[in-house]
């Protein structure tokens, strides 16, 4: 699984924290509020603070993912398609490593992600007080966008200036608490070793979101500083032996979302409205690449990633519907609902947000398609087009930098702008034809769910038909050029507004329509969502005291499980697969064949292998790469995956069919030394 | 609004009657059962039982749409939607009659639909006794083939060896009735003329369901008889007058399906698992066609029928998905539900319904996927395959011919044997690309949805992937070939079980595991349900008496209604377009192009020509082409369409938003007249 664009996005979120107070192996957990004693308790491990901190310092964000550094010189495990785009973009279609895997035979050979940064967290302080004080008395937007500068404020005060670190003010229990984490900022990551794409997408999208499993979904970066790799004497040890069922283990990680917490209505808001336009023009955007990446070679290889993304995005939310759809789950949801509204009196946020969702199913594909960052859906603004992306960048970037920082759009606030350069300068290949697609189902979708009639969609096309405009938009723009988007973003307003790049000036065109819905949902959606949500945290605190975690906002947790099988209909299985079984498994016809180098290195390769395995620790997207660790610090793996009946965990954790899906080191290290001539990583890792 | 084959199979359906007494205009009634009266009092006409014949005998039924004879030689009005298939059918990409208009200058010139046929209801008699004790002490899958085969002698006797004629045992009030119906057929139906596709389908999909409206959907057939065009002394009288607001009007047509009985535990069926499937995977089929008719002018003349049908299916799925996500309708549902049990003792129906859900909501992917005719659903079998189709009738009709008729399946039984024929041996044009498209889609789709471990599956696919099977089959077979098809039927199980087509080979190979399904799902879903239902329909009437009309089943039905405009939000117009209103709505960039010859004739067209009009009557899928005939039995205009609130339609009437849209006879006369040149009609339908 994977945190997209669109996901990623979602962490400027409606959600709310968790519910009742959590189950045995159940919740996400911060790192200033571990359950240390109560997880000792139920691994019957011995862990403590030491091995929180090590744990913290050795955990990695990178992109939409989680990552482990591994040994002292900056070398960090994580999957393969976590590095999926970065492969993407250092990949030609005659020099394609999603096809060859990428195997440097030097460290000299690693090369840079474009546009890759990482994250190790390094502090975490309660800001909480000057957060919800800046928001204090203020209605409506007023109350969003103060808090959005005083958050912006606090970033720039603490990380100002400093390339190095990076600040954000995390919002937990949804408004509950809020906390300034920092960290260290690399910006320079390489990509040092990629198995081949099939060996780490075995099955394909059949067998993603499920156990059994036969993956190598493992991939290592190295973290660079100052043009050398960075030194990182914290670090898990790699222990590459066979796993044993019913060990305890930790995973470590940015989990992107979860929705645990939101009233009945909320959630039936999500069955009826988000989750059906998301999934059904996702559907149409499927079949548009599908047949695409059929009409030629070029085409299979530049829709191969978005293919991906697109088809983990909407096989996720295929499980999320089941979710909602479950008569047994709901009831159990309304069950947790009504027991916590029994310990509440005197506020009534319930109430409060029932209000809000006519607005919301009035204003969720309007804002989902012109604006984005719903924090509720995953549809892709523009479809996803980099072109599209970029220019709204350098438009609203310079409209925003005109104003005072506090007064800005917050993603444009000072404290954000290293962020936002840096995204925008990378080189990364675009694709024309891959950007018309986008940008034209876009458009037509965006004017049938909006309809032909509504003003914004006249605004949009003009008297354009989708067809024409994205081609006329894709055919004439120069921002694939990094020099054209930095020159435009160096020179601010005036040469935004005397360019003649048309997708620029159609992105001028559509500030008006584009900021009014924006402005909209802040007013009726988002501002009293955060109101509501806040009273509903303080409520919770008050019935369940802090034995509650809050949601996952993309942010560091920790969680445990076990090394273990599940035994439930429709998934019933022991803990581990083998490379065996993956031979057995494999019909030679995609995606059920095995990569070539894999397959000419099967007699090198003890078949009783542990590949991958099950754990009952409680993960969700965001968390692809997390390693998995002992209680010694030494790390067995790397969490990839989860299973379908696991999709319901965005909504709740069910222990009995909760299980996150690993590629184990001991797959790594036979993948490294017997299929890919990586000995020198072999011997970094210290695995022989 | 049409009716697609997969709809069509949809007749044979587990759907139940309408629940409560009928509303003011409510109901799609019987010819047998029409509450003369109530209609009377209503709309303050004085319609009497001569009215009825008369229009019952000049309503015809053609492919899954309705008609009106409107001359003493045979001329049919309908609409240009239920003729595109037939245009497609006669043209190629270089005489394309979609483009042009189908304009015969003589009546000579007017050329043959491939495969249509047109039927008139001639006679209705009860044959509730014997079906209902043919199944009498039955249970599962023996219940209901006893009754098929019943079906088929009660069909057989009345009319077997007249190919002049056809039976059809109707099951009405879902088992509460059943009658024989007797058709006079027509095997020979000409096309005489059809518009410009644009003038019939200004404003494409995105205003389909809605109005305003500003489309020209509106063609004429002729039915032949020995060769000639057919006498018929009884006809609809032309009247092109400029429609006055507020005429009462009656419509009688063919309505496809309601299920407007469907318990609550039905209705979440069909919303949490039914709906879902079939929109999803149409989306992405449509995205798959949409990209393909953009490779080549080719194949946006091959993909332009084809899509105009799957979106109009997918659209009405989603005015469908909103009712049934609405809470007020769904209260409003639920309300007459406790109203019925309150007035019901002794049975509960509701609870064996219910009891039923779980095998339904596991049975319906692999029986809508593998098998088709669930009745409930719309996606097609083999993404409505042609090549597919056809060798499945060939191998199942070989197979099942070997047993005596009462024994086959209910569609191979002997009176049913020239229609199967007639179908087979139409010369249709068959594009292999579009097969391709079709089978790959559903080939992929089916592994996805039953997963790539289910037994079934690998049976469909054996080793090879979708993409590899479908072009094996699509490339090697030669069933395009009518005279193949026709030889393989004739040659029986010997000719089909010695082909070497690999279609057919194919089918033959895939026979257990789709017999297979089918069979589950009539014993664990289909008998069970009928049952049940013939329990409600009886509870029905014992409540509610005979002031209940059933459901509809494809079947000849007649409703009134008001030339009326509308009200409600959203919905807000009154109930007249004009040509004037056409003109202004144009941009000129597709689908908002107005079709060259219309355009070039502006200049003699009155702008306050009515176009289009609303009414107030009780229509659904398969009501398109139905004659709007006043009290004096003058034809008025063709009914083509719905809003997209009107969807609801298909669970419940709800009369504040239920409008039909209609082509007036005003505008065609226009159209004949002023812009295709086709005085001749005019001067036959008397109109000057």
Known sequence: MRLTPALAAALLTLVAGAAAPAAADEGMWTFDNFPIARANQALGTRIDQAFLDKVRLSSVRFGGCSAGVVSDQGLVLTNNHCVATCVANLSTQAVNYAETGFTPRTREDE??????????????????????????????????????????????????????????????????????????????????????????????????????????????????????????????????????EGTPVFVAGSPGATQRLLTQDQLMTIRDVVLPMDQLIASELRGRLIRFSEESDENAFIAMDPIVGLENTYKRGLGRMRALTDADFMRMKAEAETDFRGRTSGVDPWTALSAVQPALRELYAPMALLEGGTGVGTTPVAGGSQLFLWARTLVRGAQEREKPSAERLPEFSDSRLAAVQSGLFAERPVYPSLEQVRLEWWLSKTREWLTVDDPRVRGLLGS??????????????????????????????????????????????????????????????????????????????????????????????????????????????GPFTTFGGLWD????????????????????????????????????????G???????????????????????????????????????????????????????????????
């Open 111 to 244: 090369l840079k992600c474009p546009g890759g940064t990482a994250e190790i967290l390094t502090d975490i302080s309660d800001v909480t007080q000057r957060m919800q004080a800046a928001g204090a008395g203020l209605e409506g937007q007023a109350f969003t966008r103060a808090r959005d500068a005083e958050a912006g404020r606090i970033e720039q005060e603490a990380c100002g200036g400093d390339a190095n670190k990076r600040c954000q003010v995390v919002t937990l229990y949804r408004g509950g608490q809020f906390k300034l984490y920092t960290y260290k900022k690399y910006s320079d990551v390489r990509l040092a070793w990629a198995p081949e794409d099939r060996a780490a997408t075995f099955g394909g999208d059949l067998d993603n979101f499920s156990f059994p499993r036969f993956a190598i979904d493992a991939a290592f970066i190295r973290l660079y500083e100052n043009g050398a790799p960075a030194v990182t004497p914290t670090h898990f040890t790699w222990k590459a032996d066979q796993p044993v």
């Open 464 to 573: 354009e038909s989708p067809e024409q405009l994205s081609q006329r938009l894709v055919a004439g723009s120069t921002l694939a050029d990094p020099a054209v988007r930095r020159a435009l973003w160096e020179g601010g307003l005036a040469a935004v507004e005397a360019s003649q790049d048309p997708m620029i000036r159609y992105l001028l065109s559509i500030q008006d329509e584009t900021r009014a819905v924006r402005s909209d949902w802040e007013t009726r959606v988002q501002a009293p969502t955060d109101r509501a949500s806040e009273q509903l945290a303080a409520a919770r605190f008050a019935a369940y005291g802090d034995a509650v975690y809050p949601d996952a906002t993309g942010t560091l947790r920790l969680t445990w499980g076990k090394i273990e099988g599940s035994d439930v209909p429709g998934q019933r299985w």
């Open 585 to 624: 498994r494999a019909t030679g016809a995609a995606p059920f064949d095995v990569a070539p180098k894999l397959l000419a290195a099967r007699g090198r390769i003890d078949p009783a292998t542990v590949l991958n395995m099950a754990v009952s620790s409680d993960t969700i997207g965001g968390s692809s």
């Open 626 to 688: 997390s390693p998995v660790v002992t209680e010694a610090g030494e790390i067995v793996g790397a969490n990839f995956d989860s299973t379908v009946l696991t999709q319901r965990n965005a909504y709740g954790y069910d222990r009995n069919v909760n299980r996150s899906v690993i590629v184990t080191t001991g797959a790594v290290t036979t993948a490294l030394r017997d299929v890919y001539g990586m000995q020198r990583l072999v011997e970094e890792l210290g695995a022989e």
